[in-house]
């Protein structure tokens, strides 16, 4: 009979795993993607259902001021592309015409784009999205990330930092374009971006998670004591 492996965590239950067995878990490994998947939107959704819940101001006219169309309820969610938002927004009445926009403003910066990169710009999904249509004309982008909260700071910050950095690089060029091509359009738009982030192993900068939202107008659920 074979030897049964020696399970050293059953034992020290107190000892954290190793980073790069817990990043291989959480980031990496084949088998648990799909797991992964799903609890990473189980999160996600229960979050951006309490933010819709929460963000209550109204106009004048006593409509919603906000507009969450990623917040179908806690069981799915709709991830908009960058081109449904900019549908949404009324900055383009073709795919056409959003092609020779989207070409036009890269060859502006002196970047010259293949067909298959225009095509890559207005195709990624944010986590949700959220709008303001009345006076104010905000769209924010919202980001949810579960980065390893178990890696020691460097020059560029700790952990959570880090991912700020990273998820706003991510879409920094897209929001660049949005405003650029509403205020070009005489639509002006003001496009922002909140990043929620909360770490693997459950580590939560509660300061900065709520000052995220409140500076976007949003709201957050408050935290249970």
């Not at 095509?119 to 009345?134: I, K, Q």
């Amino acid at each position: 009979m074979a030897k049964r492996p020696f399970d050293f965590w059953a034992f020290y239950p107190e000892v954290t795993p190793w980073p790069k067995s817990l990043g291989h878990i959480q980031a990496r490994c084949l088998a648990l993607q799909k797991p992964r998947i799903a609890v990473h939107h189980g999160i996600w959704r229960e979050l951006l259902t309490a933010i819709s819940r929460n963000s209550v101001e109204s106009h004048y006219d006593s409509t919603r001021k906000w507009y969450f169309p990623s917040a179908v309820s806690k069981a799915t969610h709709d991830e908009w592309t960058i081109r449904q938002i900019l549908v949404h927004l009324g900055l383009f009445s073709d795919i056409g015409s959003l092609r020779v926009e989207v070409t036009d403003f890269h060859a502006q910066q002196g970047i010259v784009l293949t067909d298959v990169e225009i095509t890559s710009f207005y195709s990624p999904r944010p986590d949700g999205v959220a709008f303001d249509d009345e006076n104010n004309k905000h769209c924010v982008l919202l980001e949810f990330t579960r980065p390893m909260d178990s890696v020691s700071s460097s020059p560029e910050g700790d952990w959570a930092e880090r991912k700020e950095l990273e998820k706003n690089a991510r879409y920094r060029m897209h929001i660049y374009f949005i405003n650029y091509l509403s205020t070009l359009h005489g639509r002006p738009w003001n496009c922002t971006q909140v990043n929620f982030t909360a770490g693997a192993r459950g580590s939560l900068k509660q300061t900065q998670f709520q000052d995220r939202s409140a500076s976007s107008e949003l709201r957050t659920p408050k935290p249970e004591k």
